[in-house]
């Protein structure tokens, strides 16, 4: 069983910058970003393979946000900066129960979730 604690949202101004972690307990593989804004479906953010080689992107983030691992701690981080009101959401880490040729960016594909942290971005 993997656990995932989230931590690092917050309240901060269009054009600012916040980092989140994902800190997991127990053995990991890929492991994503997905937020939910209120009314909207869960979307893909940012993921990352196994061991770190492979990184993608939501067109959304891209250039704006970067993700890494550690694996030394077993923690993955989502840096965001020039951050926009339409980034406002709940911010979700998820690992998958498996290896995969390439980390997935579909939610039904990961199988541990952690419990969200919110990140609201003021105009």
């Known amino acids: 069983q993997v656990q995932l604690v989230e931590s690092g949202g917050g309240l901060v101004q269009a054009g600012g910058s916040l980092r989140l972690s994902c800190a997991a307990s127990?053995?990991?593989?890929?492991m994503g970003w997905f937020r939910q804004a209120p009314g909207k479906e869960r979307e893909f953010v940012a993921c990352?393979?196994?061991?770190?080689?492979?990184?993608y992107y939501a067109d959304s983030v891209k250039g704006r946000f970067t993700m890494s691992s550690d694996s030394a701690k077993n923690t993955v981080y989502l840096q965001m900066n020039s951050l926009r009101p339409e980034d406002t959401a709940v911010y979700y880490c998820a690992a998958t129960g498996r290896a995969y040729r390439g980390p997935p960016k579909l939610p039904y594909e990961y199988k541990y979730w952690g419990q969200g942290t919110q990140v609201t971005v003021s105009s």
């Open positions: 990352i393979s196994w061991s770190g080689g492979s990184i």
């Open positions: 127990g053995r990991t593989f890929s």
